[in-house]
C-alpha cells in the first residue's frame, strides 16, 4: 500500500477541515487544478479575517451541504461572505435529524451508501451549481466536512481519475483535522451514554474503502453514476473544471 501525502487544510482560525482536492495528481500524472474546489466544514465560526482568507483565494461560491436545521442553528456570517455566492443544497440522512429513539444505520459507509442510492438528485444539484460558474473556486461544506462533503469529494476525485487509495487517504485525514472539535464531542457522547455511537466522529479508510466498492459494483464506477445523474457533457465539462487538458 502507498503512502499518500495528504492536501493540508488552510490556515483559518475557526474552521479546521478546509482542504484543496487540487492538491492530487491522477493515475496519468496529471496534476489536478488548485484553486477550483474546497472541501470544508463548517464556516459559522470564522472570523472576518478567515473570510478575507477565503476571498483572496478566490472563492466565488459555497455550497452548504447542511440541513435546514443545522443552518438556522449556526448560520454563516453572510455579510462578511460578501459578493461570495451561497446555496443551501441539503444533503439529508437520518443523522442530524435523529432525536436518539431512531436506529442509526450500522456504519458511516451505510450512510454514504444510502446518500448516493437514495440523494442521487440532490447530488446532481450540487454538481450542476459547479458548472454554473466555471471560474473561480468552489467551497462546498458540511458540519465537519467529512461525511456528505466527502461523498461529493469522493465523485469529483474519482471524475478526475485519481487512484482509490489517494481518494482514501483524503477521506480519512478528515477526524485528524477535526481532532479540536472531535475531542469535546467524544467525551460528551461517552458521558451522555451514547459512546457506541462515536464512530460518528471518525473517517476511517475502510468506510470510504466500502463506499468506493458499492460505487464499482452497482454503478460500474463513478463516471458511470455521475452520467446516471447528469449528461455526457455535464460530466465533462466537470471533468475540465478538474483537470487540465
Aim: glycine share 6%; hydrophobic share 40%; net charge negative.
Amino acid at each position: 500500500m502507498k503512502t499518500v501525502e495528504t492536501a493540508k487544510p488552510l490556515a483559518l482560525k475557526n474552521a479546521y477541515n478546509v482542504r484543496d482536492i487540487g492538491y492530487y495528481c491522477n493515475r496519468e500524472g496529471k496534476k489536478l487544478k488548485e484553486g477550483n474546489f474546497l472541501r470544508a466544514d463548517s464556516l459559522s465560526r470564522l472570523t472576518p479575517e478567515d473570510w478575507q482568507k477565503l476571498k483572496k483565494y478566490g472563492v466565488v461560491s459555497i455550497v452548504d451541504l447542511r440541513s435546514p436545521e443545522e443552518c438556522t442553528r449556526e448560520p454563516f456570517d453572510l455579510q462578511a461572505a460578501g459578493e461570495i455566492f451561497y446555496d443551501a443544497i441539503p444533503l439529508s440522512y437520518n443523522i442530524q435529524s435523529n432525536d436518539g429513539n431512531q436506529a442509526f444505520l450500522e456504519s458511516l459507509h451505510a450512510l454514504y451508501v444510502q446518500l448516493l442510492d437514495n440523494s442521487s438528485r440532490q447530488i446532481a444539484v450540487v454538481l450542476r451549481n459547479f458548472l454554473k460558474n466555471k471560474e473561480g473556486c468552489h467551497l462546498f461544506n458540511c458540519t465537519a466536512g467529512k461525511d456528505r462533503t466527502g461523498v461529493i469529494a469522493m465523485l469529483l476525485l474519482g471524475l478526475a481519475d485519481v487512484d482509490e487509495e489517494t481518494i482514501v487517504a483524503d477521506y480519512s485525514t478528515s477526524a485528524e483535522n477535526m481532532k479540536p472539535v472531535f475531542a469535546g464531542q467524544i467525551q460528551a457522547m461517552k458521558e451522555a451514554g451514547y459512546g457506541a455511537m462515536s464512530f460518528l466522529l471518525r473517517s476511517e479508510p475502510e468506510d470510504m474503502r466500502l463506499t468506493l466498492e458499492h460505487v464499482n459494483c452497482r454503478y460500474g464506477g463513478i463516471r458511470n453514476y455521475l452520467t446516471g445523474i447528469l449528461s455526457e457533457e455535464e460530466v465533462d465539462q466537470l471533468r475540465r473544471m478538474l483537470v487540465a487538458s
